[in-house]
T-cell receptor, first 112, second 113 residues
Framework: NAGVTQTPKFQVLKTGQSMTLQCAQD?????MSWYRQDPGMGLRLIHY???????DQGEVPNGYNVSRSTTEDFPLRLLSAAPSQTSVYFC???????????FGPGTRLTVT | QKEVEQDPGPLSVPEGAIVSLNCTYS??????FMWYRQYSRKGPELLMY????GNKEDGRFTAQVDKSSKYISLFIRDSQPSDSATYLC?????????????FGQGTRLTINP
């Protein structure tokens, strides 16, 4: 099993550009989430999904969209990138949604 | 005030020392208490979890939860250089919904040979 995979590993965007961060898991997990990690802030939940076709907002959803058309994939879209979205983004999946998250390797995003 | 507070460190100790990492929280609804370990430039991985109060031991690691004080701890015995990482506490509750984990800021730990 590859576990949770994320692409790209690194990305530099200009302000106003849009892009999609890809996330896929091969563990048949129903639950998936996107987090951002900033210095001194820990991990903050952006959006999450409890199954294909079902998504909801987390703590910091503004500026991001998600969709979940399959169990395996959970892409995160940045609509119009801003410097405040410079961060490391982690995708996670789970079959025990209250405590056990499997994290991907992360995407380091810089917005200039 | 953050729901979960964790001293960010950094914390540096000699090999073999006992390490104590701590978090405090404000939401009494939290039921699941977790410790994740994150190596540099990697994703976090679950180290231990505890449901409700009490202690849990796994090898050199012991997790403690004191719900009356809203305080959790992770102890590492006989610390090794391979334990050098950032340790994140996290908490959740069924009442808050699935996938709603709240993380502390993380403590960066270095074990010196």
């Amino acid at each position: 099993n590859a576990g949770v995979t994320q692409t790209p590993k690194f990305q530099v965007l200009k302000t106003g550009q849009s892009m999609t961060l890809q996330c896929a898991q091969d563990m048949n997990h129903e639950y998936m989430s996107w987090y951002r990690q900033d210095p001194g802030m820990g991990l903050r939940l952006i959006h999450y999904s409890v199954g294909a076709g079902i998504t909801d907002q987390g703590e910091v959803p503004n500026g991001y969209n998600v969709s979940r058309s399959t169990t395996e994939d959970f892409p995160l879209r940045l609509l119009s990138a801003a410097p405040s979205q410079t961060s490391v983004y982690f995708c996670a999946s789970s079959f025990r949604p209250y405590y056990e998250q499997y994290f991907g390797p992360g995407t380091r995003l810089t917005v200039t | 005030q953050k729901e979960v507070e964790q001293d960010p460190g950094p914390l540096s100790v000699p090999e073999g020392a006992i390490v104590s990492l701590n978090c405090t929280y404000s939401n009494s609804a939290f039921q699941y208490f977790m410790w994740y370990r994150q190596y540099s430039r990697k994703g976090p991985e679950l180290l231990m979890y505890t449901y409700s109060s009490g202690n849990k031991e796994d090898g050199r690691f012991t997790a403690q939860v004191d719900k009356s004080s809203k305080y959790i701890s992770l102890f590492i015995r006989d610390s090794q250089p391979s334990d050098s990482a950032t340790y994140l506490c996290a908490m959740s509750a069924r009442a808050l919904g699935a996938q709603k984990l709240v993380f502390g800021q993380g403590t960066r730990l270095t074990i010196n040979p």
